[in-house]
């Protein structure tokens, strides 16, 4: 039966946190940007403080690479695509998941602050267990995206 349900699922998931911070653009971006910086603001490495940290490639833009281990497996954050000032793509993969593809966009507003669009999809496929989970992605992963927004603010 949940198989036949699964048939009538999304076969993508997406989660989506917006923010405005009183920042310049440009420091925006650099945070964004910098591999090395996604330590600094983003929770996930709060929730598993020892996790073994890696990093390769450039510090920032294309092939900058954020390797972990810890106690939910292992993984890696690759930066794909950038154009500056405007948006950072990166992939995310985990150990024994399909890719979760990010981006970040973002717009100088006239008062000077910045505005940041973060959205993470997934693409299921026909995988009746990865179509559940489409469902239930942003329950699972949007509070993760609201802290991180804070604490890059």
Known sequence: MLFIVSV?????????RSIT???????V????????????WTIWFEQD?????EFSGPDFGPVATLQWEGEDGKGKIIITETKKL???????????????????????NLDSTTSIDWKITFDAGN?????YF???????MGNDLEQSLEKLR
């Open 29 to 40: 971006y650099e945070k964004i940007n910098h591999i090395k910086e996604w330590k600094n």
């Open 127 to 131: 995988n009746p267990t990865k179509k």
């Open 8 to 16: 009538f699922l999304p076969s993508e998931g997406k989660v989506e």
């Open 134 to 140: 489409c469902l239930f992605m942003d329950q699972l």
């Open 49 to 53: 403080p020892t996790a073994k940290v």
């Open 86 to 108: 405007e948006y950072v793509n990166y992939v995310m993969r985990f150990q024994k998941y399909a890719p979760f593809y990010g981006s970040f966009q973002l717009k100088q």
């Open 21 to 27: 911070i009183q920042a310049p653009i440009d420091s």
